[in-house]
Nanobody, 122 residues
Framework: EQVVESGGALVQAGGSLRLSCVVL????????MGWYRQAPGKKREERELVAFVSGTRTDYGDAVKGRFTIWQDNSNQTLYLQMDNLRRDDTAVYYCNTGDYYEDTYYPRATWGQGTQVTVSS
């Protein structure tokens, strides 16, 4: 299984971006997908869960609620993240992954992509 992220760019504060993530070579046994981000200077284990989707359920980290929207298009196995009203502290490498959602918790699987860089300037 492989995931490929795209859509990152340099954008001014207050602007918008849409990230995409395509899932390849999967048996689609997962029931959820999520976006994480790793801010500059942070370690891999400090990656922050930005949002996840499982069926009709979505949830967001407190820092992005009301500004970001996650959804998936099953017709083309693609996960999206619409990011509006971007702030400088949204600067990070954004990663998507497949996962499992149960007991009100999202559990990412081991598959991580290369990520896509989002840089927000003032």
């Amino acid at each position: 299984e492989q995931v490929v992220e795209s859509g990152g760019a340099l954008v001014q504060a207050g602007g918008s971006l849409r990230l995409s993530c395509v899932v390849l070579g999967s048996d689609f046994s997962f029931n959820a997908m999520g976006w994480y981000r790793q801010a500059p200077g942070k370690k891999r284990e400090e990656r922050e869960l930005v949002a996840f989707v499982s069926g009709t359920r979505t949830d967001y980290g407190d820092a992005v609620k009301g500004r970001f929207t996650i959804w998936q298009d099953n017709s083309n196995q693609t996960l999206y993240l619409q990011m509006d009203n971007l702030r400088r502290d949204d600067t990070a490498v954004y990663y998507c992954n497949t996962g499992d959602y149960y007991e009100d918790t999202y559990y990412p699987r081991a598959t991580w992509g290369q990520g896509t860089q989002v840089t927000v300037s003032s």
